[in-house]
C-alpha cells in the first residue's frame, strides 16, 4: 500500500469520525478543517451532493469568449495539458465563482470525470461542491491541495486535487481558479508547485498584455494630452498611466464620466474615450490639508479606525496590514507583508488583492503604493504605550489590552508579546498600588502570579483590598 493510499484511509476514518462527533484518530489539515466548517455550515450534503449545471452549451460559449482568462489559455494548454495526458490529469479552469469554464485531458480520465458531474458548466465552489480544491482555492485566496477523503463530498473520494487562484494584475480581484485533478492513484507532490507556476505564468501573461493595452491607449492619446494642462489618461478600470501638470494623484480613480472630487480635495471632470478616460482638472482647484488616521488596536477584538473623524469598521486582516504599516512608515513591499502576516507561506499576490481591498475601504489619500505606505497623520494606541510606560502614564498603560487579541500573525504576534512583556516589566517594578491593582485584574494578568504576590506587598496593610489580593495568591499558588 503507498503512502497516498494510507493517507486516503486514514482520512476516510477521520471524516467519518468528525461528521459523527466521535473522537478522530487523527487532526485534518488545517485548511481542510476550517473547510469543513463551512461547508457543512452552508448545508452540502457530505453524502448525496452533485454539482449543479449552471449554463448550458451556449451559454458556456458566451462566458467563454468574454472572460479574461481565454487570453492565457493556449499558455495554460502548452504548459498544463501535455502534462495532465501523460500524467492522466485533467486540466480545469474556472471562474470567480467555481463555474467550470473549460477542462481538457485524456478522454479515459473525462469520461471519469462526468460520472461525478466534474464537466464544463457546472458549479464546484464549495457552497456547491464542499471542500475541494477549486471551490477551496477560491475560498481561501491561495493554492491548494485536496486528496481523496479530504474531499467533504463523498462521490469525490477517489480524485486528488489541486489548484491555485489566478488574479487580475490590474485591480487585484480573483478571475477564476486553475486545477489539476485526477483519479487518486496519479498524486504526485509536485502537482501543487506545478498548478502554482501555472496560475504565475497566466497572471504574468496578464500583465503583459496589460501593459501593452496601457501603451497602445497612451501612444494614441498622448499628443492630445500634451496639449492640455492639467489632464490625466487613465485606464478603462479608473487607473492613471499618464499625467500632464496634474501634481500627485492617486493610483486609481473612479472610472465614468462626470464631475469628480480627487481624494485630496481638488475637483476634476472625466471625460470618456474610445478606450478609457481622459481627467481634467477644474482651474483654480486646490488640495486639503493632510488625513488623519487613528488606530486603537489594543484589546480590540473588533477593530476600528478613525478617518479624518469618521469611523471605519476593519476586518482583522486589514487591521493587521495597517498595524504592520505603522510600524514601518518607511513602507513594505507585497513581499515584505505578505511574510510579516503569514511567515513563510504569504503569497504577495494575496498581499496586493487585500492592499486593493483596503485601499478602497479606507481612500487613495490614506495608503499609498510602490510601496505600500500610510500617508496621514498617524495616532495608534500600540505606538503610544512605550512612551506612556517611560513618562509613566501608567494608568493607561495598565489597562489597555494585547494588541489585536485575536490575530496570529507573525508581527503581530511578535509586536504583541513584546509590549506585554514591557508592560508587565514596568508595572511589577515601577506602578502604584492602584495601577498594579488594576493590571491584576486584566486578562492577561489575571492568573499571574507574580503580579499578584507583588500586588500583595505594594497594598498598604488595611488597604480594603488586600484579602482579595492574598486569596488570589494563594490560589495561584496552589493552581
Known amino acids: 500500500m503507498t503512502d497516498a493510499q494510507e493517507y486516503a484511509h486514514l482520512m476516510a476514518r477521520v471524516r467519518e469520525a468528525v461528521l459523527s462527533g466521535d473522537p478522530a484518530p487523527a487532526a485534518p489539515r488545517e485548511v481542510v478543517s476550517a473547510s469543513w466548517e463551512r461547508s457543512l455550515a452552508g448545508g452540502v450534503d457530505p453524502d448525496a451532493n452533485l454539482p449543479p449545471v449552471v449554463w448550458s452549451e451556449d451559454d458556456l460559449r458566451d462566458h467563454r469568449a468574454a472572460h479574461p482568462l481565454a487570453e492565457v489559455l493556449p499558455v495554460l494548454r502548452s504548459t498544463l495539458v501535455s502534462i495532465a495526458d501523460e500524467a ?12 467550470v469554464l473549460w477542462r481538457e485531458g485524456q478522454v479515459d480520465v473525462c469520461k471519469l470525470a462526468d460520472e461525478v458531474g466534474l464537466a464544463e458548466g457546472t458549479r464546484w465552489s464549495e457552497a456547491a461542491m464542499g471542500t475541494n480544491a477549486m471551490g477551496t482555492t477560491l475560498a481561501v485566496g491561495r493554492p491548494v491541495q485536496i486528496h481523496s477523503a479530504e474531499h467533504l463530498v463523498r462521490t469525490i473520494h477517489a480524485w486528488t486535487c489541486a489548484a491555485a487562484p489566478v488574479h487580475d494584475p490590474d485591480t487585484g480581484a480573483v478571475l477564476g481558479a486553475i486545477d489539476v485533478t485526477g483519479p487518486l492513484r496519479t498524486r504526485h507532490p509536485a502537482t501543487l508547485a506545478l ?3 501555472a496560475a504565475q505564468l497566466a497572471e504574468g501573461q496578464l500583465r503583459l498584455r496589460m501593459t501593452a493595452r496601457d501603451e497602445q491607449l497612451r501612444q494614441r492619446n498622448l499628443p492630445h494630452l500634451l496639449g492640455l494642462r492639467g489632464a490625466a489618461l487613465l485606464s478603462p478600470t479608473g487607473r492613471v498611466i499618464a499625467a500632464e501638470s496634474c501634481g500627485p494623484l492617486p493610483e486609481r480613480l473612479a472610472a465614468r464620466p462626470g464631475a469628480l472630487a480627487l481624494p485630496d480635495g481638488r475637483e476634476a471632470v472625466v471625460e470618456q ?12 482647484s486646490r488640495p486639503r490639508g493632510k488625513p488623519t488616521l487613528g488606530l486603537r488596536f489594543l484589546g480590540a477584538t473588533h477593530p476600528m479606525a478613525t478617518v479624518d473623524g469618521r469611523e471605519q469598521p476593519l476586518s482583522p486582516r486589514h ?6 504599516l505603522a510600524l514601518h512608515p518607511e513602507g513594505m513591499t507585497a513581499d515584505q507583508l505578505a511574510l510579516a502576516l503569514h511567515g513563510d507561506a504569504g503569497n504577495p499576490t494575496t498581499a496586493r ?3 486593493h481591498r483596503l485601499r478602497a475601504t479606507l481612500g487613495d489619500r490614506i495608503v499609498l503604493t510602490r510601496p ?4 496621514a497623520t ?4 500600540f505606538l503610544d504605550l512605550p512612551t506612556q510606560l517611560r513618562t509613566g502614564d501608567f494608568t493607561t498603560a495598565a489597562t489597555a489590552g494585547p494588541l489585536l487579541p485575536r490575530s496570529e500573525a507573525p508581527l503581530i504576534r511578535d509586536k504583541r508579546n513584546e509590549l506585554e512583556a514591557a508592560t508587565r516589566q514596568t508595572l511589577l517594578t515601577t506602578a502604584d498600588a492602584d495601577d498594579l491593582w488594576a493590571y491584576a485584574h486584566t486578562p492577561t494578568a489575571a492568573t499571574d502570579l507574580e503580579v499578584w504576590a507583588t500586588l500583595v506587598d505594594t497594598l498598604p496593610r488595611y488597604d480594603p483590598r488586600l484579602p482579595q489580593a492574598q486569596a488570589r495568591r494563594n490560589h495561584l499558588r496552589h493552581a
Do not use: Q
Open 378 to 381: 498617524i495616532t495608534a494606541d
Open 88 to 99: 492522466m490529469h485533467l486540466m480545469i479552469v474556472t471562474d470567480a465563482d467555481g463555474n
Open 195 to 197: 498548478v502554482t507556476a
Open 353 to 355: 488583492a487585500e492592499m
Open 319 to 324: 487591521a493587521e496590514i495597517l498595524t504592520a
Open 273 to 284: 474615450l474610445d478606450e478609457g478616460y481622459l481627467l481634467r482638472m477644474a482651474r483654480g
Open 372 to 375: 505600500y505606505r500610510i500617508a
